[in-house]
């Protein structure tokens, strides 16, 4: 794995499939995640730096930002986020009403 990228923590590899985001402070199982962007890789990382909340990701950029984050405050807001996706209603239009 060739590293590509590096900002205080976080360190960015390109592997054969994509690019893997590693938090050096974590070791390497636990604090790893597979991305194919590299975009989407260090957007992850600013989000972890900063401890923002983004409701607009999909289910998998946010176990992969609970994945390399090290401050447990901020991965429980993230794991309750994921929990408030998978529980939410669909809704359908309907014509039929009353």
Do not use: W
């Amino acid at each position: 794995m060739n590293q590509v990228y590096s900002k205080q923590a976080y360190n960015i590899y390109q592997a054969s499939d994509g690019y893997i985001v590693h938090n050096t402070l974590k070791d390497f199982q636990s604090g790893h995640t597979h991305l194919n962007s590299f975009k989407s890789a260090k957007y992850l990382i600013d989000l972890a730096l900063h401890r923002s909340i983004p409701y607009h990701l999909d289910r998998y950029r946010l176990i992969s930002l609970s994945r390399i984050t090290e401050d447990e405050s901020y991965r429980e807001k993230i794991l309750e986020l994921i929990q408030n996706k998978r529980e939410k209603m669909s809704y359908i239009n309907c014509r039929k009403c009353c």
